[in-house]
């Protein structure tokens, strides 16, 4: 039996929430393959796969656990474990992370207890003050940092001198010098997955992008050469962007068709497309072959190297959903959020994409704090526009600051948000839910933003149907047939889901 385990926790949600993140944990993959690479037993365990459909209230919160409850989740770990590592990255579960993480140490409380993720990265001291059951965190890129851990440990020998590392002792916080990106990505090993619930995503038309038949997830690049200001990338990734190989993200593929039957591809990268050249031998991989399967780039898309030409190779590859990152339509708030797009190119990429028949869907964040009605009329207008060209869909999420970035420091300083509390992070939960929203804008109130969100959504709806009315008839077909073809039937899809799975739980 193995003695090193990793952990992938449930997912901490609102009953309507707009964003899904039920999808394969390509995190704990590409660490169990970095492991298993190197002769090591790993067991891993995904609380979401393994009960993909239990939604848990959590006391206290408007919050549900998607996956299994907690003492279900400690059961599956092996007993004899020495090392566990836990993967918490997201901000709003940390307080349900930190319950888990507690009950795994009562029951192994010799084992070292290690926590990475992006969460962690942002919030180093603060967990490991607010969380003692936990031995060591792993800050920034995990695979060589847990490796050398891992061999540290095995061999005898004390992991906290290493860099990435940080722990407490007696004496406080120790947060070790950050450890160097890898430098050679193509150098990783894959993602191993022969002991994740796989089939429960693709049977179950679970995934990142929109649901067009059994999907697998894959990183093409990782990082993102932006410092926009509301971004926690930049402190868990640095500002170094590096692709794969074409000929190994397609060999990858053509491996998970053969073996898992995969019909279609999610790419999960931050920045997926910023250099032409690595995109058209990319295609040119795909069209070359004898392969016909779709692919997708649900993440948030720059428009910079997206012309008509790349436009064109997308669509022929089989690339059929795509998300633009637009995030704001003013240009003084792009340039104060460090957002480095120029809106006339990005409208120009979008319709080439839409004339295409790309489905377009765009990211935008509303009432920055520093944003003026001014700028938000601009912001809200901007989406309508994008639905009277053909966008099919559009997030609106209230700004939410993210610990590690640049922004939610600047509050901090400023004192206009109580931070590092379980408060906080329980406000974080419901940060794309229809019925809530939390104001960091002088200019609104909280329910200023609830009902500001519900008129974008009519007016960006409605305008899009009154240009394009079969779309109406396309969306009732795709609910009741079962089908997807855009992210708002997937949203609907879910929060379907939910409410059925709640009723369903309270009878």
């Not at 089939?199 to 697998?216: F, I, K, P, Q, T």
Request: net charge neutral; aromatic share 10%; with cysteine.
């Amino acid at each position: 039996m193995s003695k090193i385990v990793l952990i992938r926790p449930p997912m901490v949600l609102s009953q309507f929430s707009l964003s899904t993140s039920t999808t394969p944990p390509i995190a704990i993959a590409y660490l169990a393959g970095t492991l298993r690479a190197k002769g090591f037993e790993v067991q891993t365990i995904d609380a979401i796969g393994e009960d993909i459909e239990r939604l848990t209230p959590i006391e206290g919160t408007v919050g549900l656990a998607l996956g299994l409850p907690v003492d279900q989740i400690i059961e599956r770990i092996n007993p004899d474990a020495e090392i566990i590592g836990y993967s918490a990255m997201f901000s709003c579960s940390w307080t349900h992370d930190k319950r888990v993480i507690e009950g795994i140490r009562e029951r192994f409380p010799s084992a070292l207890i290690i926590v990475g993720g992006e969460h962690v990265t942002g919030c180093t001291e603060h967990v490991l003050k607010d969380c003692p059951a936990i031995d060591l965190c792993a800050r920034g890129e995990g695979e060589e940092t847990l490796l050398e851990i891992v061999k540290t440990t095995l061999d005898g020998k004390d992991p906290r001198p290493l860099n990435g590392v940080a722990f407490c002792d007696d004496g406080g916080v120790h947060i070790n010098a950050p450890r160097a990106r890898i430098r050679n990505i193509d150098d990783i090993p894959e993602p191993d997955w022969s002991d994740l619930p796989l089939a429960a995503y693709m049977d179950g038309g679970y995934g990142h992008g929109v649901n067009l038949g059994r999907s697998m997830p894959l990183m093409a690049t990782r990082g993102c050469p932006f410092q926009c200001t509301f971004c926690s990338s930049p402190g868990m990734w640095t500002t170094r962007w590096q692709a794969r190989s074409p000929q190994l993200v397609f060999n990858e593929m053509v491996k998970y068709i053969k073996k898992y039957d995969a019909e279609n591809f999610d790419l999960y990268d931050l920045t997926a497309i910023v250099k032409k050249d690595w995109i058209m031998e990319f295609t040119d991989l795909i069209l070359a072959s004898d392969y016909s399967f779709t692919w997708q780039l649900p993440s948030g898309t720059r428009s910079e190297a997206l012309d008509g030409e790349v436009i064109d190779r997308l669509w022929q590859s089989g690339c059929r959903n795509m998300n633009y990152a637009p995030e704001s339509g003013s240009e003084t708030v792009l340039k104060r959020i460090k957002k480095k797009v120029s809106l006339p190119k990005l409208v120009e990429s979008m319709e080439a994409s839409i004339k295409r028949g790309l489905n377009v869907k765009i990211n935008m964040i509303f009432a920055f704090p520093e944003d003026t009605p001014r700028e938000m009329l601009a912001n809200f207008t901007f989406g309508i526009k994008c639905a009277w060209l053909g966008v099919n869909d559009s997030s609106f999420i209230p700004y939410v600051p993210y610990p590690g970035s640049e922004l939610y420091t600047q509050l901090v300083e400023q004192n206009k948000i109580e931070p590092m509390s379980d408060a906080y992070f329980n406000s974080l939960i419901p940060f794309s839910d229809l019925a809530f929203a939390k104001s960091y804008n002088p200019h609104l109130r909280d329910k200023h933003l609830v009902w500001i969100r519900y008129l974008y959504f009519m007016a960006f709806y409605g305008t899009m149907f009154l240009r394009r009315p079969w779309r109406a008839v396309s969306i009732l077909t795709n609910m009741f047939s079962g089908k997807q073809a855009s992210r708002g039937e997937e949203i609907l899809r879910n929060i379907m889901a939910r409410k059925k799975q709640l009723k369903s739980a309270s009878s």
